[in-house]
């Protein structure tokens, strides 16, 4: 009998192993590779443990990288696709604003489920994979070397080690690394889905605070990405899920945020003149009240050039109200970069996807060699659009590995 080893027990592992059982039933031997004591530790913590595993709108807008091979991929597996393989192992989904969750809302029982039905395959846990011997001649067995010098061997193998993100949920970089040692080209490799760190005006005060914007990103003064939702404000800088939309795509140098996206500057200007009617006796620091948290409603202020936060609000002239109104539309932070690895969901950048085929995510270097999921050069959007790529990959190398070695095997 033939052996397919999956290097990595992950998501595209996991559904590469359920794939492979399904297309050999069981004429193929599935051996799942995984460094961790557990298969799918990462899986746990999607979704803040609800698992967004895919999207109602699976389209090549929300992936970055070799967009190209990425729409390939998803001609093939879409958002159907992702919510047929889930409920033939028993998860139905529930959906939130186009996110795809399970039914359960439980990322451990969605695991749970995928465990269930890759059980035809063995598991080898505890191993780190350290290198990764092609065979010496064609047809002949692949050997994993862990560190420790132990080995598995096998007919064919896909490499499902994911990127650099998150190395305390298991995945390091590691499996990237495998395919550059065998000559495959990596691109460069970015933390995405992750916080900005801001040089100034300094945060660490606003640490906390939760703020409804439309936030602005720039690069050299183009504009490259706009995005609405909640900001969270951190010891160093921004967060929240527009933040992490930001982060998937090009580096910025510049965020503006704007605390009143339909309203028009005129508009604005007048609400802030009857606001300062309001409050006309009041000390500008109370200004903002019932509109921006204090902390905020200060870093506003201070923005537009009022420092003195004691005075009444009476001595407001119609200039500084144009400033005011200027920094509610405009507030702007200067980007020092990213946050690292360790707080980031997905890795931007890895092995170059063109060297496999986009059907079967062979390998077009080595027969027999396979890829799938995060270690590739392709990333999403935050909303189920990472896990989708973890699926659509490993479903397909599963598949094509295993209807390979069932034919040879005859
Ligand atoms: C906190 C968090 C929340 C997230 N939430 C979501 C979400 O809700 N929706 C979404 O779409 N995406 C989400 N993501 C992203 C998503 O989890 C990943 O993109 C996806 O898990 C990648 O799948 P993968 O199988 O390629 O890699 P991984 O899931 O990282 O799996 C790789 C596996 O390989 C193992 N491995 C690595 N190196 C070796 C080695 N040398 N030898 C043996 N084994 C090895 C690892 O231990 C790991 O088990 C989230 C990520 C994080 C960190």
């Known amino acids: 009998m033939k052996t397919l080893a999956i290097l990595g027990g992950g998501a595209a592992g ?18 799942i590779v995984e460094r961790l004591p557990r298969v799918g530790k990462k899986l746990l913590s999607t979704g803040n443990g609800r698992c967004n595993f895919t999207n109602t ?5 929300h992936y970055h990288g070799d967009t190209r ?20 192992v028993g998860v139905p989904e529930y959906v939130e604003d186009g996110r795809v969750y399970p039914m359960s809302e439980s990322a451990a029982g969605l695991l749970d489920a995928l465990r269930a039905a890759a059980s035809g395959a063995e598991t080898v846990t505890d191993f780190k994979a350290a290198a990764l011997v092609p065979p010496k001649t064609a047809g002949g067995t692949w050997r ?55 040089a100034r005006p300094s945060v660490a005060a606003l640490k906390g605070v939760r703020v409804r914007a439309e936030v602005n990103a720039f690069s050299g003064g183009n504009l490259i990405h706009s995005e609405r939702g909640e900001v969270l404000f951190t010891e160093y800088g921004l967060s929240g899920i527009p933040i992490f939309q930001i982060t998937a795509r090009e580096e910025c140098d510049t965020v503006t945020l704007d605390f009143c ?24 620091e109370d200004f903002f009240a019932g509109m ?24 407001f002239d119609r200039g500084t109200l144009e400033r005011i109104a200027s920094a509610l539309k405009r507030l702007e932070f200067r980007v020092s ?8 969901q997905v890795t931007a950048g ?45 479903v397909a190398a599963g598949h094509a590995a295993a209807h390979t070695l069932e034919a040879a095997g005859k």
């Open 337 to 344: 970069g990213r946050m690292g690895w360790e707080n980031a």
């Open 261 to 284: 996206p339909d309203t028009g500057n005129g508009e604005l200007l007048d609400e802030l003149t009857e606001r300062k009617d309001i409050f006309f006796t009041s000390s500008v």
């Open 57 to 61: 709108d699976i389209s090549v807008g």
């Open 14 to 31: 996991l559904a590469a192993a359920v794939s492979a059982l399904r297309t050999s039933e069981g004429r193929v031997r599935t051996v």
């Open 144 to 198: 994993i070397l862990s560190e420790s010098g132990a080995a598995v061997t096998a007919d064919a193998v896909i490499v499902a080690a994911g990127g650099r993100a998150a190395p305390s949920l298991g995945s390091d970089g590691s499996g990237i690394e495998l395919l550059r040692g065998l000559g495959y080209e990596v691109t460069r490799l970015l933390p995405a889905l992750v916080q900005l760190k801001v």
């Open 69 to 88: 091979f990425a729409e390939r991929v998803i001609s093939h597996f879409g958002t159907e696709d992702a919510v047929r393989f889930f409920r033939s």
């Open 350 to 394: 890895g092995v170059r996807a063109a060297q496999f085929d986009p059907v079967t995510m062979e390998s077009r270097l080595h027969p027999r060699l396979y890829a799938a999921g995060e270690l590739l050069d392709i990333h999403g959007d935050c909303g189920g659009y990472n896990l989708h790529w973890a699926w659509a990959t490993g």
């Open 292 to 315: 921006l948290q204090k902390r905020l409603g200060n870093l506003v202020l201070r923005a537009a050039g009022i420092e003195k936060l004691s005075r009444p609000v009476s001595s």
